[in-house]
Nanobody, 123 residues
Framework: QVQLSESGGGLVQAGASLRLSCAAS????????MGWFRQAPGKAREFVAA???????YYTESVKGRFTISRDNAKNTVYLQMNNLKPDDTAVYYC?????????????????WGQGTQVTVSS
């Protein structure tokens, strides 16, 4: 069983930056594909970014050039650096883990989820 715990959310103004962190328990983190999803009020949870066990990355179009996903396997942590934040980025952000799998945008293919961290961007 893997436990994921997000941190780093907050209230910022448009144009600001935040870095989200997701700490994972367990000794096999390096073999996991990890993803970030977000859910705005009244909307479905949507894919944001993913990173494979080998470090390959993929982003949803709306965050390309602004967000960067990365991982530190020594610290069992995945990060989401978010720059030039916009009000539309306001949501609860969740990290997700997929053991022994490649990166994917499909929510249902992730086995483990964190509790989420709120990001609010004011205009």
């Amino acid at each position: 069983q893997v436990q994921l715990s997000e941190s780093g959310g907050g209230l910022v103004q448009a144009g600001a930056s935040l870095r989200l962190s997701c700490a994972a328990s367990g000794r096999t983190f390096s073999s996991y594909a990890m993803g970030w999803f977000r859910q705005a009020p009244g909307k479905a949870r949507e894919f944001v970014a993913a990173i494979s066990s080998g470090g390959g990355t993929y982003y949803t179009e709306s965050v390309k050039g602004r967000f960067t996903i990365s991982r530190d396997n020594a610290k069992n942590t995945v990060y989401l650096q978010m720059n030039n934040l916009k009000p539309d980025d306001t949501a609860v952000y969740y990290c997700a883990g997929r053991p022994n799998g490649g990166q994917t945008t499909v929510r249902g293919l992730y086995d483990y989820w964190g509790q989420g961290t709120q990001v609010t961007v004011s205009s």
